[in-house]
């Protein structure tokens, strides 16, 4: 299962202290070089308000060197996990209910 881009999820986006709250870890593909890695919320500086689109911005693929071809976003199930725990059921994303739907183990509350 991949992550969608950021850009799929609904504004506003996900921050940085909300991915250390999760915790939430962030799912990084490099559309170039086909290259997936993963970081957890420490591997990031920055205090809680940075946003998931800013880091991306400092992004740069280790392999092929671009920055233009990553695809940043948030592991679907801790995310979906997070959002329900702490009750924002309108930021939710689109694919909450069809990936995770009631009965799964991050189902509904
Ligand atoms: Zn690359």
């Known amino acids: 299962m991949t992550s969608p881009p950021s850009s799929d999820l609904p504004d506003p986006q996900p921050t940085l202290g909300e991915l250390r709250a ?20 420490e591997d990031f500086r920055g205090d809680d308000s940075v946003t998931l689109d800013e880091l991306a911005a400092r992004m740069r693929c280790t392999r092929c060197g671009r920055k233009d071809q990553l695809e940043v976003g948030v592991i679907p199930e801790q995310w979906v996990r997070y959002l ?3 009750g ?6 689109e694919y909450a209910e069809r990936w995770f739907p009631p009965g799964s183990p991050y189902g509904w509350p």
Do not use: A, E, I
């Open 88 to 93: 924002q059921f309108d930021r939710l994303p």
């Open 84 to 86: 329900r725990r702490t």
């Open 22 to 41: 999760g915790p939430v870890n962030v799912h990084v593909n490099c559309t170039g070089c086909r290259r997936p890695h993963w970081f957890k919320p």
